[in-house]
């Protein structure tokens, strides 16, 4: 007589903890997702540079870096006409394309739709690298935000603000060879890295780099989310000796990229957080 | 009631009860020991640990979903898993490995059993959903 309602007590006591803890969950997040608005690709680079010395420094990049890049160096006339400047801004910003020197207004273009297909049939013509895909240039074009900034000055330009919710487009053909954009790289896939893939049947990837957070598609599958850290990425640096330098603008950067393999449909959606 | 009956009931309700009280915690990670791992001078792994001057990297597997790096105090590296996204990764590590034995003209491809790629899925389920451990591994180099 007495065990049973022991018992019985420890199942109530059971069935209040499970009820409390139950009650106690937060209910399902249906909170209604803020309306984003239209993606926009940003650029803001910020171009240092001494004629005096013929040096530069792009988004946040030393000259020396740029110099271990690859960066072009400029030819004597160009940095004549920049020794006459002390700074000029190219904007395209909505329908509109300005550009300022020494902080006067030079001219202002319109950057329509209308206004945009007159460059893409100008660049068609005298462009030889492969008729311009209209859709694709709309995409990075249409609600862009770019701000190109020339100073004449020895200190450090500012870091690049990159974000681009439009994917870069990448294509490896049956023959390795990859293309950005339709724009032929005359870089390709080595042969067996392409029959692994085939064997692999890895059809396309989604790469999304934000702020230092990777993610990956591969075939529509998500992959493990990364994070890699600017002030650890040191320690790698320095076991390696890989000489990575100041990585504080593409840590502020965010860009995405679809690659697609053969003759696969090509990878969609964007990389907006 | 057999006392067999009785004590495999209260065993199963103190459980039910723990549980729920780990539960109502919000299933924190439960730390296991630390496992320590000694690199010698020379060893590829010493010239990464002792990079920083730190002499000492961290390993930590979170099973609610983590796995990461740190050096001293820095993370250098993190990984943030579900087990769909482990899921993933395991087939497409499968599918690459077979395809390189495959590529390389190797006719000894290994067979996957469909049992143990179950097995480990439901494992990893299991510690991400049900109860949750961190398990490190502190790599020190010595000198």
């Known amino acids: 007589m007495n065990k049973t309602p022991t018992f019985i007590k420890l199942l109530l006591a059971v069935i209040m903890v499970l009820g409390i803890v139950f009650v106690q969950q937060p209910p399902m997040a249906i909170a209604e997702i803020a309306k984003q608005e239209v993606p926009t690709n940003l650029v803001h680079i910020d171009i240092t540079y001494d004629p005096g010395t013929k040096t530069y420094s792009m988004g946040g990049f030393s000259a020396e870096e740029l110099r271990q890049a690859g960066a072009p160096q400029f030819q004597d006339q160009i940095w004549q006409v920049l020794g006459m400047l002390n700074n000029a801004t190219l904007k395209i910003q909505d329908d509109k394309i300005d550009v300022f020197t020494d902080d006067q207004q030079l001219f202002s273009l319109a950057w329509d739709g209308p206004s945009r297909e007159i460059v893409y049939s100008l660049l068609n013509a005298y462009i030889e690298l492969g008729d311009i895909d209209m859709e694709r240039a709309e995409a990075w074009l249409d609600k862009a935000d770019i701000v190109i900034t020339l100073r004449k000055s020895k200190e450090l330009s500012e870091p690049l603000q990159l974000s681009l919710a439009t994917l870069v487009q990448v294509k490896v053909a049956k023959n390795g060879e990859l293309t950005v954009e339709g724009f032929p790289t005359g870089m390709s896939l080595t042969p067996d890295t392409l029959a692994l893939l085939d064997t692999a049947n890895v059809e396309n990837l989604k790469l999304c780099w934000n702020k230092g957070v990777v993610d990956l598609q591969v075939n529509g599958q998500m992959l493990p989310q990364a994070t890699l850290y600017q002030g650890g990425l040191s320690v790698i640096d320095k076991a390696f000796g890989l000489n990575l330098g100041d990585l504080t603008p593409i840590f502020g950067s965010s860009f995405g990229a679809g690659l697609v393999i053969g003759d696969a449909a090509p990878v969609t959606g964007e990389c907006v957080p | ?143």
């Open chain 2, 1 to 143: 009631m057999p006392r067999f009956w009785r004590v495999l009931l209260i065993s199963l309700v103190i459980v039910l009860l723990l549980y729920g009280i780990y539960f109502a915690l919000g299933r924190p990670v439960i730390p296991l020991p630390t496992i320590p791992y000694k690199v010698y001078p020379g060893q590829p792994l010493h010239a990464i640990v002792t990079s920083d001057g730190s002499d000492q990297l961290r390993l930590t597997l979170k099973t609610s979903g983590v796995v990461e790096l740190t050096s001293a105090d820095q993370s250098v590296v993190s990984l943030n898993y579900t087990p769909e996204t482990f899921e993933n990764t395991l087939d497409l590590g499968q599918r690459l490995l077979v395809a390189q034995k495959v590529v390389q003209g190797n006719e000894d491809v290994p067979e996957s059993s469909p049992f143990l790629r179950k097995l480990i899925n439901w494992a990893i389920a299991y510690y991400y959903h049900i109860i949750r451990f961190r398990l490190s591994v502190l790599v020190k180099a010595l000198p």
